[in-house]
């Protein structure tokens, strides 16, 4: 089946630190991948999106490249801020009638000044 | 600001009671989806409407009924609350490029 898989969290990494989230996927043709960000209190945030091998997506400082012969998207940052405290979501969408998104169980990261 | 809007944001109800959640988008969006979040279980798909007069159900759809009553709004009806229904709740809408998200509905069922 399709599927998402991500490091277990949480995460706690000090400001300016590097972070790298895991994330790999298990689908049958060639989806679309995302990244979502959940801050605490609000809905999900479209951070950044690859649709396409070899494509980078990129946004605020965070990356994250479609690596299909690995099906992996790790998302990155190179220095983290304790305004990145959230949850972050790896999800890849199928190109379906009602593009339904397949989500990942999430990510935990806090950041300590 | 364009992008979904969810009503109520919180909401406490005794068991077996029934109501409404609201929901609105103005992207011109043809889909849209009612997810439930709840701690350990990620977010799981209760139903989705891929365009206008379509419904169809997602992975726990028990206990639940929606609407979608024009290409803006889809609601989600719950007749007979129960404690297991617990959880924050999720619009979103989609056109290819990714789920827009409203900020959600906390329930609780007592």
């Known amino acids: 089946g399709n599927s998402v898989t991500q490091m277990e969290g949480p995460v706690t990494l000090s400001e300016e630190a590097f972070l790298t989230i895991n994330c790999t996927y298990t689908a049958t043709g060639y989806p679309s991948l995302f990244w979502y960000v959940q801050y605490p209190g609000e809905g999900l945030q479209l951070l950044l999106k690859a649709t396409k091998a070899d494509d980078k997506g990129s946004n605020k400082g965070f990356e994250a490249t479609y690596r299909k012969e690995t099906t992996s998207f790790h998302l990155e940052k190179g220095s983290v801020q304790v305004s990145d405290s959230a949850v972050y979501f790896c999800?890849?969408?199928?190109?379906?009638?009602?593009?339904?998104?397949?989500f990942g169980p999430g990510t935990s990261l806090s950041v300590i000044p | 600001n364009a992008g979904v809007t969810q009503t109520p944001k919180f909401q406490v109800l005794k068991t077996g009671q029934s109501m409404t959640l609201q929901c609105a988008q103005d992207?011109?969006?043809?889909?849209m989806y009612w997810y439930r979040q709840d701690p350990g279980m990620g977010l799981r798909l209760i139903y989705y409407s891929a365009s206008e007069g379509t419904t169809d159900k997602g992975e726990v759809p028990n206990g639940y009924n929606v609407s979608r009553l024009n290409k803006r709004e889809f609601s989600l009806r719950l007749e007979s609350a129960a404690p297991s229904q617990t959880s924050v709740y999720f619009c979103?809408?989609?056109?290819?490029?990714?789920?827009?998200f409203g900020s959600g509905t906390r329930l609780t069922v007592v």
């Open positions: 999800a890849l969408s199928l190109k379906t009638s009602y593009d339904k998104v397949i």
């Open positions: 979103a809408s989609n056109q290819g490029h990714g789920y827009t």
């Open positions: 992207m011109n969006h043809n889909s």
